[in-house]
């Protein structure tokens, strides 16, 4: 064990300062999760003090480490573990309202956290800029409004055709997503179409392009988990 060196007096009689935890630099403070965590900045207030005071009471690493545990994220979010990305507390709880109602004002949540608009204002400007933030979406549920079909698309592809065949179904208006896949297949499609017409046209006219070998389809029947934008 360790010894604190007594404090000695000065020659004007003074102590010599003691230096706490939130005055050392950030090179010196403690790493988490592969990054030194950053010090908290008195700009992330603008003037609130009872903010700053907060912000400089949670300044100790460990403690930021133990609130980021237990913030509270809605249900579909719980298994990404923010903690991994380069930002800080405060961004976290910013990230956690709006991945909860991304209609959340500004102003509602600084009320919800305890700082300034501006604060959140500029956080979120930052996160939008770093590209963490990359955009806002509008949940449907298809089901209610259409009688979708959502198909899985399977396909196999030569090698000289790829690029252009990819490139063809990536602009499909009812791609959902397109991904390179391992086993049979080179390329799996995610579909959602309006109804079983669009289908068999994607397949008896879309697809009959050269450098498809193969196709096999998939028809999503009822889902246990849907995606949450589109319900399906």
């Not at 809605?74 to 109602?101: A, C, H, M, T, Y």
């Not at 065949?165 to 579909?191: E, I, K, Q």
Request: with cysteine; charged share 30%.
């Amino acid at each position: 064990m360790h010894r604190m060196p007594s404090a000695t007096r000065s020659e004007s009689g003074d102590l010599p300062r003691v230096r706490r935890p939130s005055d050392v630099t950030g090179a010196q403070r403690e790493f988490k999760y592969g990054r030194a965590i950053p010090a908290p900045r008195s700009t992330d207030f603008d003037g609130d003090e009872s903010g700053r005071e907060a912000v400089s009471a949670k300044g100790d690493s460990r403690m930021i480490g133990k609130m980021r545990n237990h913030i509270q994220l809605s249900e579909r979010w719980k298994g990404l573990d923010l903690r991994l990305l380069p930002i800080d507390e405060l961004d976290v709880r910013i990230l956690s309202k709006l991945r909860e109602n991304a209609r959340m004002s500004n102003v509602e949540i600084a009320r919800e956290l305890a700082v300034s608009e501006a604060t959140v204002r500029r956080r979120i400007q930052s996160l939008e800029e770093k590209g963490i933030i990359q955009g806002y979406s509008c949940y449907l549920n298809y089901q209610l409004i259409e009688n979708p079909v959502k198909a899985y698309v399977h396909l196999s592809l030569e090698s000289a055709h790829r690029e252009r065949v990819v490139s063809r179904l990536c602009a499909h208006s009812r791609a959902v997503a397109v991904y390179r896949v391992t086993g049979d297949h080179d390329v799996l499609c995610v579909m959602l179409f309006i109804d079983m017409s669009e289908l068999h046209d994607f397949l008896d006219s879309y697809l009959q392009m050269e450098g498809v070998r193969d196709v096999q389809t998939q028809i999503v029947m009822s889902p246990y988990k849907g995606v949450p934008w589109t319900g399906v």
